[in-house]
Every structure is written in C-alpha cells, then in structure tokens.
C-alpha cells in the first residue's frame, strides 16, 4: 500500500474508532440499565458518573427485566414486540433475542430455576414455560382475565403468585400441573406482590388505593392492610431479610415497610411518578425510575435525599445494574 494511502485510512479509521469506543460502554463500567417503555428503547447510563452512554431501540414496550438465575444475562421482557431480548448485565449489550414470546409484561423464575413465567397484561393470560438453563419450553397457557400483572413465588417452588389488575384479584397457579389453586378479592387495581422473607406472607401493592395488603397465601386470607401512599405499585427488598421498598406513583414517594413487624417505618418522598428500584451492593444508594417526568432519581438511603436527576427517555420503567443488593 502506498505510504500517502496509508496516512489518509489511518486518519479516517482511528477517529472512528474512537468514536466506537465512547459510544459502547466498558465491560468493566457499572452500567445502569433503564427501559423507556414509551421510546421503545434501552438507555445504558454510567453509575458514578451519571452520564448517558447509548442507547438503541428494542421491541415495543418493553417494561421489566431481570437477571438469569446465572447472572450471565439480563433479559429484558419486550411485551409488544413479543420477545426477549438478553443484554450482558455488564456492559448492557445484546446477546441475543427469543422471539415468539407472547406479550411478556413480567417475567419471573421459580426460586428452583426450572420454571419461568411471564404474564400478558393486555392478552390476559398467564405463561408457564420449563427451563433447561438456556432455553424455554412452553407447556400451559392460562387464561387469566383480567390484566395480570405482576409475579411472586413460594420459596419451596410450588406456587406462582399473579396480580389481576383489571379484576382487582390475586391468584395462585401450581406451577407443576399450572391449575389455578384459589383467587382472593383484594383491593382495586392490584399491582407489585412480593413474598416476605419468612415464606408466610405475600404483600401486594394496592395501586388503585393506598396501602399493602398483607395476604396469608396458605389459608388465602387478607391479615392486614398497611398504610403507605396514593398509587402504591412496586417493591424492592433492601437486602438485609427485613425491610422493603414500595414505591407510590401518584403520592411521589417510597415507603419502608418492615416485613417482620408488617409495619411502615420510613417514608422517601421523590417527584415524579416512582416506580421500579434498584439498590447498589452496598445497601447506600437507590434508582428509581419516574414514570411521568421522564428522568431517574439517585436517592441516598442513609440521609433519604434525592442527590440526582437523570434524563432518560418516555416512560422509564425496569432499571437493573449488576453490582446491586440482594433482592429479599
């Protein structure tokens, strides 16, 4: 090659490449993963610095994502483009996509890892699939009207725990034969449900009122309602096998409820519509995404202050990064 052709490719090629690498986060980055469901896209942000790495489109509304039991990919759950796409939890960059997958607003596995569940909120039925590690195996289709929603589980694997928003219920599907076991009235538009740490009691997030009602799922029986605030949504343990997080999307702030005493301790007030969270490894810091206001807020635990506001795209829904807190 001649030197004067050489000298005008190395002048082009290295600029770009420059560009390339600031525009593709480090696997080494603790990369901030967040859903603008609205934009229909992933936005990669930089946990110390706050800034916007990429972001690129995925399928339509994608709302919640979680990590493999593995921890080697983190599937976000696009519900209208019907697929899953798996991003490295790292460096949030695709790995690959599975296609097919009827509307999954939520997605959960079993604490055993050998089943997976996804609801479609807006085709009304619930999908109990097998797995092998790797691949997923549909085998029961449940009609579920209406809207379910969110997803808990028994620690011993035997029950999944399902939301009826559109018919303010929760239901209980045995996950070997995926026969409805009961369906409990509770209060309206029922959204979040996590199982507290001792295995006895599932809580639900009343987003149609304002508070967690408290339901024994062995007997099927409301125990207990605690007052949290207006649109009480979705949770986030801390870690620590006692407290837990739950948002409320219409008051604009975050409850500590105490999962042994089944008591509200504490109260984060954040603008802007609070919704999903996630919680460094060191149990100090919180994100959360703010539904209406199309931004991220970093709260300080300790202090309960919001230090930070973050611009992302319409809509911001699920948000993981992969140096997080235990999750009960």
Same mark, same amino acid.
């Given at each position: 090659?001649?030197?004067?052709?050489?000298?005008?490719?190395?002048?082009?090629?290295?600029?770009?490449?420059?560009?390339?690498?600031?525009?593709?986060?480090?696997?080494?980055?603790?990369?901030?993963?967040?859903?603008?469901?609205?934009?229909?896209?992933?936005?990669?942000?930089?946990?110390?610095?706050?800034?916007?790495?990429?972001?690129?489109?995925?399928?339509?509304?994608?709302?919640?994502?979680?990590?493999?039991?593995?921890?080697?990919?983190?599937?976000?759950?696009?519900?209208? %483009?019907?697929?899953?796409?798996?991003?490295?939890?790292?460096?949030?960059?695709?790995?690959?996509?599975?296609?097919?997958?009827?509307? =999954?607003?939520?997605?959960?596995?079993?604490?055993?890892?050998?089943?997976?569940?996804?609801?479609?909120?807006?085709?009304?039925?619930?999908?109990?699939?097998?797995?092998?590690?790797?691949?997923?195996?549909?085998?029961?289709?449940? =009609?579920?009207?209406?809207?379910?929603?969110?997803?808990?589980?028994?620690?011993?694997?035997?029950?999944?725990?399902?939301?009826?928003?559109?018919?303010?219920?929760?239901?209980?599907?045995?996950?070997?034969?995926?026969?409805?076991?009961?369906?409990?009235?509770?209060?309206?538009?029922?959204? %979040?449900?996590?199982?507290? =740490?001792?295995?006895?009691?599932?809580?639900?997030?009343?987003?149609?009122?304002?508070?967690?009602?408290?339901?024994?799922?062995?007997?099927?029986?409301?125990?207990?309602?605690?007052?949290?605030?207006? %649109?009480?949504?979705?949770?986030?343990?801390?870690?620590?096998?006692?407290?837990?997080y739950v948002s409320n999307r219409v008051s604009n702030s975050i409850n500590i409820i105490d999962q042994k005493t089944l008591e509200n301790v504490g109260q984060i007030n954040v603008p802007g519509g609070p919704d999903c969270m996630e919680i460094t490894e060191d149990g100090k810091t919180?994100?959360?995404?703010?539904?209406?206001?199309?931004?991220?807020a970093v709260i300080d635990l300790p202090t309960r202050k919001v230090v930070k506001m973050i611009p992302v795209g319409r809509s911001p829904h699920g948000v993981f990064f992969a140096n997080s807190s235990p999750r009960m």
């Amino acid at each position: 090659m001649f030197p004067s052709l050489r000298r005008a490719l190395r002048s082009v090629l290295i600029p770009a490449c420059l560009l390339l690498s600031a525009q593709v986060p480090s696997a080494h980055a603790n990369v901030v993963v967040v859903l603008n469901s609205r934009d229909a896209t992933v936005q990669l942000l930089d946990q110390a610095s706050y800034k916007s790495l990429q972001t690129f489109p995925v399928g339509k509304e994608p709302h919640h994502l979680m990590a493999t039991p593995d921890n080697k990919s983190l599937i976000v759950a696009s519900s209208v %483009g019907n697929e899953l796409v798996f991003l490295d939890p790292k460096s949030g960059q695709v790995q690959r996509r599975i296609k097919d997958i009827v509307d =999954p607003y939520q997605i959960g596995f079993s604490p055993d890892q050998k089943y997976f569940v996804a609801t479609a909120l807006r085709l009304d039925h619930v999908d109990l699939y097998t797995y092998n590690g790797r691949d997923f195996t549909l085998f029961k289709r449940i =009609p579920m009207a209406k809207l379910p929603s969110h997803i808990a589980f028994d620690a011993k694997s035997t029950t999944a725990f399902i939301t009826r928003q559109g018919s303010d219920e929760v239901s209980a599907i045995d996950l070997k034969t995926g026969a409805i076991k009961w369906t409990v009235p509770v209060g309206k538009l029922p959204a %979040g449900i996590t199982m507290t =740490p001792d295995d006895k009691y599932l809580l639900v997030g009343i987003m149609g009122s304002d508070y967690v009602e408290v339901i024994d799922w062995r007997t099927a029986k409301t125990v207990k309602r605690i007052k949290a605030g207006a %649109g009480t949504h979705n949770f986030r343990a801390q870690g620590d096998n006692r407290y837990t997080y739950v948002s409320n999307r219409v008051s604009n702030s975050i409850n500590i409820i105490d999962q042994k005493t089944l008591e509200n301790v504490g109260q984060i007030n954040v603008p802007g519509g609070p919704d999903c969270m996630e919680i460094t490894e060191d149990g100090k810091t919180m994100w959360v995404t703010l539904r209406w206001i199309k931004k991220v807020a970093v709260i300080d635990l300790p202090t309960r202050k919001v230090v930070k506001m973050i611009p992302v795209g319409r809509s911001p829904h699920g948000v993981f990064f992969a140096n997080s807190s235990p999750r009960m």
